[in-house]
């Protein structure tokens, strides 16, 4: 450890050797917690960079049923638009929230500033990711989010229904509330990874024998009903020639479910998966996405060098004197 008490100044040893234990342990399991933290954020950073590399891209129209990736661009479905809350910008996605700045003193009497949040939300709303082939609906509902805006700014209310205009942004600006709002627009380039799977068409179609057994069961409950349908020649029991017409009408209705099911379009619906891989939706594409995640994957990995060692550090010090 002579490498970190030659970066730092002599007497934070001192400060450390005669800390309080209460004050003492409880910095440490904080830094060891930081370490914990960071090892995670290294697999967890690798992990998706790795997927989204080795996943190959599909196209709507021929994409597999289970996890895949989708690229394309957004687009609002049919009905009502999606609008950001705070800025009333019309979007496919938005993440917003609002804090309040509050001053305290510490128990030396330094005071000290932080942001507390008062009101956040996302947006849960259905919207469409178009290729060449066709259309995907996507539930944003559990996925991580690169957007295409972020913006914050600064206001004097704890509710902000100013629009786009009068805001105060930047470094120096000030006020008791900010603001923070994340968005995509219609448009946007979309980058989708997650569980596909297709509804309603031919491929929602169930297995006919199956769906034979499953009505016959069912006619089967009702004895009577049975029996005055099916019973040719009255003598109160449905014999094998009476079977094989109810079988066969049973047959007659399962098919034409199906012809009514072959004449509705299929729906590709986008969601998160239930096996724990990561849902992501981007606005930046394949390979910059999976650089971003290397990066944060590099970064986690320096800050659990340097907590480590910090631990490490603070451990051997104080139980060696």
């Not at 290729?131 to 704890?158: F, H, K, L, N, Q």
């Not at 239930?274 to 999976?290: C, F, H, K, M, N």
């Given at each position: 450890m002579?490498?970190?008490?030659?970066?730092?100044?002599p007497?934070?040893?001192?400060r450390?050797?005669?800390?309080?234990?209460?004050?003492?342990?409880?910095?440490?399991?904080f830094?060891?917690?930081?370490?914990?933290?960071?090892l995670?954020?290294?697999?967890r950073?690798l992990?998706?960079?790795?997927?989204i590399?080795?996943?190959?891209?599909?196209?709507?129209?021929?994409?597999?049923?289970?996890?895949?990736?989708?690229?394309?661009?957004?687009?609002?479905?049919?009905?009502?638009?999606?609008?950001?809350?705070?800025?009333?910008?019309?979007?496919?996605?938005?993440?917003?929230?609002?804090?309040?700045?509050?001053?305290?003193?510490?128990?030396?009497?330094?005071?000290?500033?932080?942001?507390?949040?008062?009101?956040?939300?996302?947006s849960?709303?259905?919207?469409?990711?178009?290729?060449?082939?066709?259309?995907?609906?996507i539930?944003?509902?559990?996925?991580?989010?690169?957007?295409?805006?972020?913006e914050v700014?600064?206001?004097?209310?704890?509710?902000?229904?100013?629009?786009?205009?009068?805001?105060?942004?930047?470094?120096?600006?000030?006020?008791?509330?900010?603001?923070?709002e994340k968005?995509?627009?219609p448009?946007?380039?979309?980058?989708?990874?997650?569980?596909?799977?297709?509804?309603?068409?031919?491929?929602?179609?169930?297995?006919?024998?199956?769906?034979?057994r499953?009505?016959?069961?069912?006619?089967k409950?009702?004895?009577?009903?049975?029996?005055?349908?099916?019973?040719?020649?009255g003598?109160?029991r449905?014999?094998?020639?009476?079977?094989?017409?109810?079988r066969?009408?049973a047959?007659?209705?399962?098919m034409?479910?199906?012809?009514e099911?072959?004449?509705?379009?299929a729906?590709?619906?986008?969601?998160?998966?239930?096996d724990g891989?990561p849902?992501?939706?981007s606005?930046?594409?394949?390979?910059?996405?999976?650089?971003?995640?290397?990066?944060?994957?590099g970064?986690?990995?320096?800050?659990?060098?340097?907590?480590?060692?910090?631990a490490t550090?603070?451990?051997?010090?104080?139980?060696?004197?």
């Amino acid at each position: 450890m002579g490498f970190i008490e030659a970066m730092l100044p002599p007497e934070w040893a001192a400060r450390v050797i005669q800390a309080d234990p209460v004050e003492f342990w409880a910095g440490t399991l904080f830094v060891v917690a930081v370490t914990v933290a960071a090892l995670y954020g290294v697999v967890r950073f690798l992990r998706r960079a790795r997927i989204i590399e080795d996943t190959p891209t599909s196209r709507i129209r021929s994409a597999a049923q289970g996890y895949v990736e989708l690229v394309g661009h957004g687009e609002l479905m049919d009905g009502a638009p999606v609008i950001a809350p705070l800025t009333g910008t019309v979007c496919t996605w938005y993440h917003y929230k609002i804090e309040e700045k509050v001053e305290s003193h510490d128990s030396r009497g330094v005071r000290t500033t932080r942001w507390r949040t008062i009101a956040s939300g996302a947006s849960d709303s259905l919207f469409l990711l178009r290729d060449e082939t066709g259309a995907c609906v996507i539930d944003p509902d559990g996925a991580e989010v690169t957007p295409a805006a972020s913006e914050v700014w600064y206001g004097d209310t704890p509710s902000w229904s100013g629009g786009l205009s009068r805001r105060r942004s930047g470094l120096f600006s000030t006020g008791q509330y900010r603001y923070t709002e994340k968005r995509m627009h219609p448009g946007d380039p979309l980058y989708a990874i997650g569980l596909f799977r297709t509804e309603g068409g031919a491929s929602d179609l169930p297995n006919v024998r199956d769906e034979v057994r499953h009505l016959l069961s069912q006619w089967k409950r009702d004895q009577e009903a049975l029996r005055q349908r099916f019973d040719r020649n009255g003598d109160g029991r449905i014999d094998l020639h009476e079977w094989e017409d109810a079988r066969q009408a049973a047959l007659a209705e399962v098919m034409e479910a199906h012809s009514e099911r072959l004449r509705s379009p299929a729906i590709h619906l986008l969601t998160k998966p239930q096996d724990g891989r990561p849902y992501i939706l981007s606005v930046l594409p394949q390979e910059s996405l999976a650089r971003r995640y290397r990066r944060l994957a590099g970064g986690s990995f320096a800050a659990f060098l340097i907590a480590g060692a910090a631990a490490t550090w603070l451990l051997t010090l104080r139980l060696t004197h």
